[in-house]
């Protein structure tokens, strides 16, 4: 007897496509229809807390010692990747929450977060702010954590005449002196060419870029390629954050790298953390997120993360005084962002290729 | 029929199955919630507008482009590579084989660093010249950096194949009074088509869903398909849009396989049988082949590997000075003020039997799960099956660890997931190595041992373990190198709590602290370097016995 080749697939093939659809069903589509917060699960004595992969280690350390400390909370902090995968990984769980609370996603995410109802709205009983337009949601589905703008940074050994003006990065004594990061990959690359399209608006952006092309040498996929190349000494210019000179003249003791600002103004990103809708611990999170703001955990936030604290109390390290003046934040409207930013990327892949 | 029968002609399915039960509802998880939230119509609405889009089309082909002319040039740089490792006993053969898999084990990030600490702008080859010639931002540096990661596949697996081949062809080929290069062509070339066509394969698709080397070095004009589905998953958090281009990579994936496979399959009714030849020794070879073959590793050493020498030099160079003092910062424990283990959240040792305990289970695993599925389906052609256990190539390992840690993270313990995310990853290639290999030797064999009333387990351990030996140990070493290069499943899974090199030199660099990471790179390299002697002296002690 011969068993017939094509049977024996059918029935593999139905078998795989049962089993699989089993799982997948299993795994998302159960309980879809059913709103987190009207089955949220029994409180523990516990905190599960999300965040992006370069959270420094002290700063996840602090938390878990205060928790301990203050409540007698075991807190388990997930570094899980980048920013755009902590955010995938709560969309996919919206429907049974696994964490609480999250740290670390920035204001461009708000028209999703709200359209997705990923978080819960909680108004910290203090919340003292440097800028209040640090306040990027003014219905507290999150708070602001930490800050910083994005612009220019140069190498001062490299470049004597650094550039004054955004027309002055045009000059072709630029060629080949930039590191531009990919909008479409790397985070402080997509505010970048956002803050392009801030100064000569969406019709003059273009424009500006099909200039500048011949001054970028490169475009890398993420931060760490990017700057790596600019500390090498491949290019004198890089996109990075205003704070990054600080770094380097806190733990290196020089002042050869310094951020550029142009007429007093830069584009502002704000990190954020919010508490997760239908978290099971949900005063353990709130209590993370009056800690957050703080000042005690405010003022660790210079020298661990390179960015600003958003506590007007926390006096900053010589570091970073160092710096250019910013007195105009400038940003484009998340929402505004959000419906266009695809269109924008295409048109600036179009102009750079 | 018998029960044996029966289980032989269904084996091809029941790998498949545990393959696609492995690999699909991770993805699914996922890439199918696009399509599971917003119905099937609105999914296909979506996927459409992607694949209208003209920059969809246009990454595709720079995608297919640079592959195809990354892998051909790979192979044909490592075809003279291949013939002297296979042909001739000369000294540093071993350390050869091992150095060559370095850059498949280095973290991408590294890699880059390093062809750019050479070829690069200020980079010491135009220092040397005195000039500041940008070459390396190009199609060039993409595919010079292409052929750096993947000529190890090309190497072993040609090599593995060639000492396979028949020495009484040889005889035959000599007896006829037949040149050098002529019986190479006419001879070698065709025996070592299905080696050289899946090496290329392997390669191809490495390259085709490359992405960082793509973007640093060619800018947005090379953006690969795989840029765009990162950059709609993450950046755009569109799955539905994720979902369409992954399936579209995973097509043009699957279609490259398919038709490479084909075209071997027809060679395939070549197998070789017989006594293997014996290599020559350094003594026996004419002083032409000699220099050209020292001459050979030498061009390849300047070219390709002194990138990762300059890279390691760079360790000892800090702030314009050459000093130690990133060495003594891992050893101290501290950089200035900065607690480096608060960086990397793991001392010294852990790190090392962490990164080695991962590496080498997840090995021995998929070494295991490949040749039991080789001999499953050994002497049959399934070029189905072959396609498919190519699939986890052209899947990213983002979405799938993803998936896998949402499936079954609180049922299966975090390291053993890991060592399954990694094992899949690998197990194409593994699985490459091991069924190329089995196919290249007789069926006869086993058969002939079979009726003497040898057992099954009796053949595998005296007879198919030891004739294999070599692409064992080749397959071993690939399933090791990929779990310890792996950053993605580790961090994904591991959230953090699990701490390997490539995760503690990427934190090391997030924090600025590049000479510091680059000092613990050389610590990884010596590691990892002595991790690949020891798995290739096996394989060299093997050699000596005749095997």
Redesign the interface.
Known sequence: ???S?VG??T??AA??LV??SA??AG???ET?FVDPEERRLEETEELIVYSY??L???L??SIVEYFDREYGVDVE?????????V???L???RNEPVADAVIGLDQSYLP?LREDRLLEPYEPSSLELVRPELLVDDEFLVVPFDYGYITVNYDGHALEDAPGSWDDLLDPRFR?SFIML????S?PG?NFLLATIAEFGEDGYLDFWREFRDN???????W??G???Y?????PMVVSYET?PA??R???N?DRYNALVFDGAAYLQVEVAGIVRGARNRRNAERLVEYIVSQEFQEQIPLSQIMYPIHPGVTLPDAFQAGPDIDRSVTLDPDRVEEN??TW??QW??V?? | ?GRRD?LR??AP??I??VF??LT??PV???L??GA?ERGASAWLEEARRVLA?T?TW?SLRFSVIQAVVSAALSIAIALPGAYFLSHIRFAGRRLVQSVSLLPFVLPS?IV??AI??FY???GVLNQLLGTRF?FV?SAGGIILAHILFNISIALRMISAAWMQVDQRLREVSLSLGEGNLRRVLRLHLPLLLPAILNAATVIFLYCFVS??VV???G???F?TLE??I??A?????N?SAAGALALLQLAVCGVAVFAAHRLAARRLAVATRGRRFVMRSGREISWITTVICYGYWVALGVFLFTPLASIALRAFYR?GRWSTAAFRSLIAGS?????IH??I?ADFFELVTTSLAIAGLCAAVTTAAGFIAARAVRGRKVPWLDTLTMAPLAISG?TFS?GLR??WFGIIPGPVLIIVAQGVMAFPLVFRILRTAMEGVPLRYTETAKSLGAGTLFRVRTLEIPVLWRSILNAYAFGFALSLADF?AV??IG???IVTFPIAM??L????S?DVALALGVWYIIVVAAAFVAIDLTSHAREKEGL
């Not at chain 1, 970028?216 to 993420?222: D, I, M, P």
């Not at chain 2, 998953?233 to 958090?237: P, R």
């Not at chain 2, 950089?335 to 607690?339: K, P, S």
Request: hydrophobic share 40%.
């Open positions: 007897m011969r068993v080749k024996v697939f029935a593999v078998f795989m089993t699989a799982l997948f795994g998302v589509g879809e992969g370069s420094p280690g002290s996840r350390d902090l997930e570094r899980i990747g980048e920013t755009g995968a955010y995938t990984q969309y996919l769980e999703r080949d990919h909008p479409g990959t985070s997509r970028v040498l490169t475009v890398s996929g993420s760490s390629e700057y790596g190349l500390t090498e000494g491949e290019a990054s770094y380097h806190e733990f290196e020089t930013f695809e990327l295409e892949e179009d750079m290729r | 029929m029966a002609s269904g399915y029941l498949a199955a696609v039960l699909v509802p699914l998880t996922v199918g919630a599971l889009q920059g246009r990030l880059i660093l750019i600490s690069g702008r200020s940008a931002y992405f960082g973007l640093v070095f800018g947005v004009r953006a840029v765009r990162y950059q998953m993450f950046m755009n958090l799955l702030n950089i200035g003020d900065r607690d608060q960086i959240r983002v993803l949402l499936l993605t961090l994904t959230r953090g709590a990427y934190r660099i997030g924090f600025q590049f």
